[in-house]
């Protein structure tokens, strides 16, 4: 029974969820990071008190009114009238009580005198005798402010407005360092650590497959880019997210490169993406055979929806094979997720064998060791410097489990002798045969056309320029005599025909 298949967020979502190791350290300095921030805008924004329906202005309004009332001193009610009796005895501490107007002196025109001085109630009023009463002090009139007054008043209106301008860019300053000072720190740690998990992936499968009594120390006499020295490299570093593997000295192939393209983990905007869209850590293994040790084979095997793109977009391919779609009779075949594009099905047939099947592509195998297939593609025809390739392309699991590809790596040295030891029938190399010369054929043509393209657009360049150098030698003279020639034969060109008749 077929496993249930999950989709692209499905696996995005346990990836996300499933998070381990490095990666969780990561994710729990940005949510630290991020919870900072929360916090110091938080903080900003209470210290600038910026709340929604209070403006700048209104602010600034209160604060004037508050300064007003607390520059202006206490006015206090008058204090309440008392009656005082006289005392006979004149030796008494108190003021005397103030005078009515009968005991003003009138003058000889009945008008009361003049008082000596002016005085009010509280001259009379003795601070001693009613203590915590509130005393009204008279207060001078302020003066008129003059004419630049008005001006320092709005200067100073604007002068809060600055300041309270000021202080909030200076919070939004902040805001900015903090976040840029943030991302740099968690792109600095994840740059050293994406590193490290890529070296550490990469060394681990060259442990497993190239080092002593492996795979490849056993298929080829000279591994890595060295002589043959023991100290030599295995890998080729050629970026952050790239190492190369090569290996020679085997018989029916020149030489194998093997090529790890890994997440780059150490870019921290690309590891986010590869949360969202899920991407594997991939080696492709390139064999170039021999001249005389590889037959007329065109053969890619795929999932299905891997296969009609390679379809699509291999020159090979396109022209010399086609999808096969039964298989062969009386044969067991590959997994329902599996489709072959080949040039004929005695080519399939005699290629994909049963211990392929066994190991790989039959059903039970490909759902217990065939997570890590991608393709295969065998080709003569190949559109490079190197005809003849073998291409076999595996994604890499975790560091810990590298054993789990043991099988997937055993296809490469088992294709190697498979391809160069297989002859075609007489039969199927007659339609080979056929349809490479037919190509032959159409690729001259094509080559014809071009040369023919490139030597008619010399031409007319050429032509071109020798005409533009005769034009630069003729005088005024000739010139002014050519344009009136080629001006007069254009109006005949547009003068309509007329056909007289004569009348009888």
Not at 169 to 188: D, G, K, M, N, T
Not at 375 to 385: I, N, V, W
């Given at each position: 029974m077929a496993k249930p298949k999950l989709g692209r967020w499905q696996l995005a979502v346990q990836g996300c969820l499933s998070v381990r190791g490095d990666a969780l350290f990561i994710l729990l300095a940005v949510l630290f990071i991020f919870s900072f921030f929360l916090h110091e805008i938080t903080r900003c924004s209470v210290v600038a008190a910026d709340f929604e329906g209070f403006d700048a202005d209104d602010l600034e309004y209160e604060d004037e009114a508050n300064d007003a009332f607390h520059s202006q001193p206490l006015k206090k009610p008058p204090p309440p009238s008392t009656t005082f009796t006289q005392s006979s005895t004149p030796e008494s501490h108190h003021s005397p009580p103030p005078q009515s107007s009968s005991d003003v002196p009138a003058t000889a025109s009945g008008e009361p005198a003049e008082k000596p001085y002016a005085s009010s109630t509280l001259d009379f009023w003795d601070d001693d005798e009613f203590e915590g009463?509130?005393?009204?002090?008279?207060?001078?009139?302020?003066?008129?402010?003059?004419?630049?007054?008005?001006?320092?008043?709005?200067?100073?209106?604007?002068?809060?407005?600055?300041?309270?301008?000021?202080?909030?860019?200076?919070?939004?300053?902040?805001?900015?360092?903090?976040?840029?000072?943030?991302?740099?720190?968690?792109?600095?740690?994840?740059?050293?650590?994406?590193?490290?998990?890529?070296?550490?992936?990469?060394?681990?499968?060259?442990?497993?497959?190239?080092?002593?009594?492996?795979?490849?120390?056993?298929?080829?006499?000279?591994?890595?880019?060295?002589?043959g020295k023991e100290d030599a490299p295995l890998l080729l570093k050629e970026g952050q997210d790239v190492f190369k593997f090569y290996a020679s000295g085997r018989r029916y192939c020149q030489s194998l490169l093997a090529t790890m393209e890994l997440r780059s983990r150490h870019d921290l905007i690309a590891r986010v993406m590869d949360l969202l869209l899920t991407k594997r850590d991939t080696i492709t293994f390139e064999v170039a055979m021999n001249e005389d040790a590889m037959d007329h084979v065109v053969l890619a095997v795929a999932r299905k929806k891997t296969a009609r793109s390679m379809h699509k977009e291999a020159k090979d391919l396109q022209r010399f094979a086609a999808v096969m779609a039964t298989p062969p009779h009386g044969r067991r075949w590959v997994a329902e997720d599996l489709m072959v594009v080949t040039e004929s099905k005695e080519v399939a047939g005699d290629l994909i064998t049963d211990v392929v099947i066994d190991q790989v592509f039959g059903?039970?195998?490909?759902?217990?060791?065939?997570?890590?297939?991608?393709?295969?593609?065998?080709?003569?025809?190949?559109?490079?410097?190197?005809?003849?390739?073998?291409?076999l392309k595996f994604a890499l699991p975790d560091a810990n489990n590298m054993a789990d590809m043991t099988r997937l790596v055993t296809l490469v040295p088992y294709y190697i002798d498979v391809i160069g030891r297989y002859k075609l029938s007489a039969q199927a190399r007659t339609k080979t045969e056929a349809a490479r010369v037919k190509a032959a054929q159409e690729a001259f043509k094509e080559m014809q056309s071009t040369r023919q393209e490139a030597l008619q657009k010399r031409k007319s360049e050429k032509k071109k320029s020798s005409e533009e150098a005769a034009e630069g030698k003729q005088s005024a003279e000739a010139m002014r005599k050519k344009q009136e020639k080629e001006r007069s034969r254009q109006m005949k060109k547009l003068t309509p025909k007329v056909k007289m008749l004569r009348s009888h």
């Open positions: 009463i509130p005393v009204q002090i008279e207060e001078p009139r302020p003066k008129s402010p003059p004419p630049s007054e008005p001006a320092d008043v709005a200067g100073a209106g604007d002068g809060s407005t600055v300041q309270t301008t000021n202080r909030r860019w200076r919070h939004s300053s902040y805001a900015v360092e903090i976040v840029c000072i943030s991302f740099l720190i968690v792109f600095a740690i994840n740059f050293f650590i994406g590193k490290r998990q890529n070296e550490l992936i990469a060394l681990c499968w060259a442990s497993q497959f190239a080092t002593k009594d492996s795979i490849f120390d056993k298929n080829f006499s000279l591994l890595g880019t060295g002589d059903e039970k195998a490909f759902d217990m060791f065939g997570k890590g297939f991608i393709s295969l593609h065998f080709t003569d025809q190949h559109p490079g410097s190197r005809k003849k390739l073998l291409l």
